[in-house]
């Protein structure tokens, strides 16, 4: 009987525990939702590339989509809507929105990395990620990337990604785009530092083949398609090197580097 009576006891102990902790969690939760936001820190991670999005612009944008947060309530704060308001911007990533226990809202944000700039044969301006994605032109900003100019079509898309979106690459054409070829040459020169440095312009011709322009030198570089792009780098770092170091970097009017185990040069003819 005794035994029986502290088993009861011992139950009945545990219910009033676990009901006292349900209440003060419950007191504890509704007095954070009706903590007001007293600050918004926004942390955003450029990367190595140059801003092309600032704190003041998510602000507007926030603000724009009637996301108020300072001063407001953290419970009538719908983080998973910021959070999507936010991925919709074309020069963000990724982003994170959560809140402290003292009502301060936090927002990180990843920027997307630039590596080549557009401009189209329709005169329209934009520039690709790495992943492929259009991003505009910010008006306020401007990335130091790699110009591609010229014969290319393709026009400017809010939120299109021509390396994962299906529909382009079931269809080899597309596939094999002017916008692909440039992205692939573009994505092996951001992956080297000398070409980095180099290389600062494309320019595709009518036959969809590239010519390169470079920052030091006086010579164009005929570079041909998208094919065999890391051989042909290859070959025109070994001429730098073996080649233009002997004879000057102003020797040579045109470096064709297109053809398979060949540098073709052009000698600049004194008049």
Not at 141 to 161: C, D, H, M, Q, T
């Amino acid at each position: 009987m005794v035994k029986k009576l502290l088993k009861i006891l011992y139950v009945l102990l545990w219910v009033v525990l676990a009901g006292g902790l349900f209440t003060l969690l419950g007191y504890t939760i509704d007095e954070h939702n009706n903590t007001l936001c007293k600050q918004v820190i926004i942390r955003i991670d450029y990367g190595r590339s140059d801003t092309l999005i600032s704190k003041k612009d998510i602000m507007d944008l926030l603000k724009q989509t009637g996301n108020r947060l300072k001063d407001q309530a953290i419970g009538y704060i719908n983080f998973e809507k910021i959070e999507k308001t936010l991925a919709k911007q074309s020069y963000v990533a990724h982003t994170q929105v959560y809140n402290s226990l003292d009502g301060v809202v936090e927002i990180d944000i990843i920027q997307r990395q630039p590596i080549l700039r557009i401009f189209n044969q329709k005169k329209e301006s934009y520039y690709l990620d790495a992943n492929g994605y259009m991003l505009p032109v910010n008006p306020s900003f401007s990335a130091r990337v790699l110009v591609a100019n010229g014969n290319i079509p393709e026009p400017y898309i809010k939120n299109i990604n021509y390396l994962q979106d299906s529909i382009r690459r079931k269809d080899s054409v597309i596939y094999h785009s002017t916008i692909v070829n440039l992205l692939k040459v573009a994505r092996y020169i951001m992956t080297n530092k000398f070409l980095k440095a180099q290389i600062e312009q494309v320019y595709v011709d009518k036959t969809g083949e590239f010519e390169m322009f470079p920052k030091v030198g006086s010579h164009i570089i005929v570079f041909g398609n998208a094919d065999d792009i890391e051989k042909k780098f290859e070959r025109l770092q070994i001429f730098y090197k073996h080649g233009l170091s002997k004879t000057g970097w102003t020797k040579y009017n045109v470096i064709n580097i297109k053809f398979q185990n060949q540098v073709v040069c052009s000698k600049i003819t004194s008049k």
